[in-house]
T-cell receptor, first 114, second 109 residues
């Protein structure tokens, strides 16, 4: 059974803190993604990675960075958390080996910045 | 024009009726299309994929693709209260997957 696991289901952090969101997949997928989801705005891509140590900015990268040191792990970093980063964060992975393949999602992390 | 567009709803459908969800896309070169279902507070899960023009059926779900008109739809027959969710249309582009904003579906008991 395919699995994408995010390290936390709920997080509460203070403004200015450095926040790490971790994501691990066990499907040997090349591609990994970080999205945030807000009411009325849908899924917005923050960053994605198509290989180890490779990353590309998505639609809303400001205030975020990522790290992919191993194929199975993709981390999202909020360098200095702000209240407008309160959101649901979703990690996903997909294979690059098949053409046009679907994404599998983790369970999501609901982050609240106070 | 947004890459993937959906009516945000909410779409209210009586229990037992057919729910019809629509999606249009801008890239004529797109070859495959996905429908995800997302329950409130949960992550999206894939329910249908379609690659060829025409219909694809899976149980109560039918995906319809019309590449000439650049739209893809999802029909849910015999709608159940458990079908109440947000349905996301998605289209791969390069190594990314582009999602519509989703349509909220509410099945009325």
């Amino acid at each position: 059974d395919v699995k994408v696991t995010q390290s936390s289901r709920y997080l509460v952090k203070r403004t200015g803190e450095k926040v790490f969101l971790e994501c691990v997949q066990d499907m040997d997928h090349e591609n990994m993604f970080w999205y945030r989801q807000d009411p009325g705005l849908g899924l917005r891509l923050i960053y994605f990675s198509y290989d180890v140590k490779m990353k590309e900015k998505g639609d809303i990268p400001e205030g975020y960075s990522v790290s992919r040191e191993k194929k199975e792990r993709f981390s999202l970093i909020l360098e200095s958390a702000s209240t407008n980063q309160t959101s649901m964060y979703l990690c996903a992975s997909s294979s690059a080996q098949k053409e046009d393949t679907e994404a599998f999602f983790g369970q999501g992390t609901r982050l609240t910045v106070v | 024009q947004k890459e993937v567009e959906q009516n945000s709803g909410p779409l209210s459908v009586p229990e037992g009726a057919i729910a019809s969800l629509n999606c249009t896309y801008s890239d004529r070169g797109s070859q495959s299309f996905f429908w995800y279902r997302q329950y409130s507070g949960k992550s999206p899960e894939l329910i249908m994929s379609i690659y060829s023009n025409g219909d694809k059926e899976d149980g109560r779900f039918t995906a319809q693709l019309n590449k000439a008109s650049q739209y893809v739809s999802l029909l849910i027959r015999d709608s159940q209260p458990s079908d109440s969710a947000t349905y996301l249309c998605a289209v791969p582009r390069d190594d990314k997957i582009i999602f519509g904003k989703g349509t909220r579906l509410h099945i009325l008991p």
